[in-house]
C-alpha cells in the first residue's frame, strides 16, 4: 500500500481550480458544502483525454493535486463497488427513488469512466484498491 504523493510521483496529473460561488443544485456535490470556499477543479493528464472536473471544498485556499485525485478515487471506488444504482444510494444514503440521487450517482459514473480513462486501467485499480487515502 502506498500513499496518493507516491502515486503521484512522475505523474504528469496537473489541477486547475478557480473559487466559485455554488448557486443551487450543483451536480457534482452530494451534501451541503462543509468548507469556507469552494474550487471548481479540473484534474488533467497530457494524454489529450477529458479532464475530470468535481468541486472540493477547502478553508484553506485551492486543493492540491493529490487533494483533488483522492476525492475523485473515493467516489469512483464507491461506484466500482456498487453493482447498480440501488446498493451505492444504500452506501451513501440516498433514498433509492430519489430522482437527485440518481442524478448523483450517474455523474459519479460519469467521474469514475473519466478518470480510468485519464490514468489507464493498470493506474486506475492501483489508485482504487491499494492506495491509502487522505
Keep these: 500500500m502506498h500513499t496518493v504523493e507516491q502515486?503521484?510521483?512522475?505523474?504528469?496529473?496537473?489541477?486547475?481550480?478557480?473559487?466559485?460561488?455554488?448557486?443551487?443544485?450543483?451536480?457534482f456535490l452530494i451534501a451541503e458544502p462543509w468548507a469556507a470556499k469552494q474550487y471548481l477543479c479540473e484534474l488533467r493528464g497530457s494524454n489529450g483525454d477529458r479532464p475530470v472536473?468535481?468541486?472540493?471544498?477547502?478553508?484553506?485556499?485551492?486543493?492540491?493535486v493529490a487533494e483533488v485525485l483522492d476525492a475523485v478515487a473515493a467516489e469512483a471506488a464507491v461506484v466500482e463497488q456498487a453493482r447498480?444504482?440501488?446498493?451505492?444510494?444504500?452506501?451513501?444514503?440516498f433514498d433509492p427513488d430519489s430522482r437527485?440521487?440518481?442524478r448523483v450517482y450517474r455523474t459519479e459514473r460519469?467521474?469514475?469512466?473519466?478518470?480510468?480513462?485519464?490514468?489507464?486501467?493498470?493506474?486506475?485499480?492501483?489508485?482504487?484498491w491499494e492506495t491509502e487515502r487522505l
Design 7 to 27: 502515486f503521484l510521483a512522475g505523474s504528469d496529473l496537473e489541477i486547475r481550480c478557480q473559487e466559485i460561488t455554488l448557486n443551487g443544485d450543483h451536480g
Design 53 to 64: 472536473t468535481t468541486v472540493i471544498g477547502s478553508d484553506n485556499g485551492p486543493p492540491r
Design 84 to 93: 447498480c444504482y440501488e446498493e451505492w444510494a444504500a452506501e451513501m444514503g
Design 100 to 102: 437527485h440521487g440518481e
Design 110 to 128: 460519469r467521474q469514475a469512466k473519466l478518470l480510468r480513462a485519464l490514468l489507464g486501467d493498470h493506474a486506475y485499480k492501483v489508485l482504487l
